[in-house]
């Protein structure tokens, strides 16, 4: 769990994960919050609580997570957002699908199935969403239904094969390893994920979000540019 300011929904997304019964260990990982996040961190059983001394960024923090979860020797690492937005009710299903070897990577959808717009997620950000998605699918080929999603599953080898210390500390992260993941041949699977938007779930700006899209869209055409042996890029080697 890559956590900022999640105080008010961390024990409640916590139970729900360890209600699955096959969780073994959470790494929560604070990205310098302001809340009590750290504090609650504490008191959850067989959770390893890891601070950065100051606020270094979303994709700073999963760099983090994903380091400690191999340090754990962890098999299955899932990577779900603290802040309750996805339901945990998924993990079984996504880690049984890397347990059979199928998959070594499972996205949870908020676009299959239609959730976004169940979940109210906002028109401007729905239609932003679609489109980059489309455009994503173009240049890199690839069928998903959606690039943003805070629910990831991955299996310890598919981790340990991707450069994720070239990537980005803010936002991009989440699509620069999903392009790396396709870079490297794998194929993604998706899940739908029930999703709810609500204020405690959702506080990225206006502007950092403008940020993000163009961020996609840039890895997007680097992916294709490199691919097409036009550039070279360290983020697809
Ligand atoms: N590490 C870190 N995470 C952040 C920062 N800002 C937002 N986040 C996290 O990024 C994730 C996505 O942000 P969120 O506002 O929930 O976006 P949305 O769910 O896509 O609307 C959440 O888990 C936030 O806690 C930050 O500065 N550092
Ligand atoms: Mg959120």
């Not at 599953?153 to 390893?177: H, I, K």
């Not at 294709?224 to 890029?233: D, E, N």
Request: aromatic share 12%; with cysteine.
């Amino acid at each position: 769990m890559p956590a900022y300011n999640a105080a008010q929904t961390l024990q409640k997304t916590y139970d729900e994960v360890m209600a699955q019964g096959i969780v073994d260990k959470v790494i929560v990982v604070d990205d310098a919050s302001f809340d009590e996040t750290v504090k609650i961190a504490k008191g959850l059983p067989n959770t390893i609580v890891h601070t950065h001394p100051h606020n270094q960024g979303y994709g700073a923090n999963q760099k983090t997570c994903y380091r400690l979860a191999l340090e754990e020797e962890a098999d299955i690492v899932i990577m779900v957002h603290p802040d309750y937005q996805y339901t945990p009710k998924l993990i079984p299903a996504m880690a049984s699908m890397i347990a059979n070897d199928l998959y070594p990577c499972i996205l949870g959808s908020r676009i299959l199935g239609g959730y976004a717009i169940k979940g109210n997620m906002p028109v401007w950000r729905y239609i932003s969403n679609r489109f980059i998605t489309f455009v994503e699918n173009i240049l890199t080929g690839a069928k998903l239904s959606e690039y943003h999603t805070g629910y990831r599953a991955f299996s310890r080898g598919l981790l340990q094969q991707l450069p994720l210390e070239e990537n980005s500390d803010d936002f991009v992260f989440d699509n620069q390893m999903l392009l790396q993941i396709l870079w490297f041949g794998h194929t993604i699977a998706e899940v739908s994920c029930p999703t709810r938007y609500t204020y405690d779930a959702s506080s990225i700006s206006f502007w950092r979000s403008i940020k993000y899209g163009f961020g996609c869209l840039g890895t997007a055409v680097k992916f294709r540019l490199a691919k097409m042996k036009i550039i070279k890029s360290r983020l697809f080697p």
